[in-house]
């Protein structure tokens, strides 16, 4: 049973940082991609970065690039989202996700976080 649990959401102001976690259970966390996605209220879960079981190859979606980074220390079982530069569109409830191959998209992976709310005033 795979089990991956979120911390590290909160509330910050525009301009502010968080950084995520993502404890994932299991003895082959190193063997698969992570991913973490967004979802806002009303709207569809995006993606948001992913890196691959390496640590050698991360995918960031545009809206993100230059100021979140993904990274992942595979001793822990745990992947991170440093975020800075927070702005009021980037409120939305985080998810990490695994899958056999880096991807950008939701299909591409197949556990799924409970997510932690990031919610970034004005």
């Known amino acids: 049973q795979v089990q991956l649990v979120e911390s590290g959401g909160g509330l910050v102001q525009a301009g502010g940082s968080l950084r995520l976690s993502c404890a994932a259970s299991?003895?082959?966390?190193?063997?698969?991609?992570m991913g973490w996605f967004r979802q806002a209220p009303g709207k569809e879960r995006e993606f948001v970065a992913a890196?691959?079981?390496?640590?050698?190859?991360?995918r960031y979606a545009d809206s993100v690039k230059g100021r979140f980074t993904i990274s992942r220390d595979n001793a822990k079982n745990t992947v991170y989202l440093q975020m800075n530069s927070l702005q009021p569109e980037d409120t939305a409830v985080y998810y990490c996700a695994r899958g056999p191959l880096i991807s950008i998209a939701t299909i591409g992976y197949n556990y799924w976080g409970q997510g932690t709310q990031v919610t970034v005033s004005s």
């Open positions: 299991g003895r082959t966390f190193s063997t698969y991609a």
């Open positions: 890196i691959r079981w390496s640590g050698g190859d991360t």
